[in-house]
């Protein structure tokens, strides 16, 4: 189980825990994509790889730093691609078209079948596509609830996969869900030189 879910413990007797310090903001190494999380979210520095381009975002007191609890509980996911992934988005349409699919099913569940995936709903607008799913099988971060909202982006030419899920003892539903994955979707971004950033190593 991942640092992020047994940190619930501690959220409950923060007083008691360690603070660390919140970081807020990840540069995934060699791709110029920055991501701040919302707010009350922090960056799980031992979970995330951002030398893989992947980060785990959590809500800061279940990671220990002394940040006002977000009205929304859940845990997201950010995957950034390779260099020119994301011309896949310039016909999100057909790519929405796809994960209504068996293939596309087997895309989108956590264990490659596509029997286990019931997609609830999909959007695709403005070189973005999301979806609203439920996957029967294992979550790649257990402890997570079995519904997802998932949004496929682009930054800096490369495409980024966005995934929220609430907790399986304290599960979201829809309206918080795809509120949560459009607040971290608005925080991926191409890196600028004149934005700073408190990044995690590289793993």
């Known amino acids: 189980m991942i640092r992020t879910l047994l940190g619930v413990a501690c959220a409950g007797a923060i007083g008691a825990c360690t603070p660390i310090a919140p970081v ?21 520095g031992q ?14 007191r279940t990671l220990g730093a002394d940040v006002a609890a977000p009205s929304v509980i859940g845990v997201a996911t950010v995957q950034v691609g390779e260099a020119d992934s994301g011309s896949i988005l310039d016909e999100e349409t057909a790519l929405r078209d796809f994960l209504i699919t068996d293939a596309g099913n087997a895309l989108l569940s956590s264990e490659g079948e596509s029997e286990d995936v019931t997609v609830l709903s999909t959007q695709a607008f403005n070189n973005q596509v999301m979806v609203h799913f439920v996957d029967a099988g294992l979550p790649a971060l257990s402890g ?36 949560l994955l ?10 600028v030189s004149s934005v700073e950033t408190e990044t995690v190593p590289a793993t």
């Open 24 to 44: 807020q903001t990840i540069a995934f190494a060699q791709s110029e994509v920055v991501a701040t999380t919302p707010p009350g979210y922090c960056v799980d």
């Open 47 to 60: 979970s995330s790889q951002p030398g893989n381009g992947f980060a785990v975002l959590a809500p800061c």
């Open 144 to 179: 997570l609830q079995d519904e997802e909202w998932r949004a496929f982006t682009q930054a800096n030419g490369r495409l980024v996969t966005i995934a929220v899920r609430g907790l399986a003892q304290a599960p979201l539903e829809d309206g918080p869900g795809a509120g």
């Open 182 to 191: 459009k607040l971290v979707v608005a925080g991926v971004k191409a890196a």
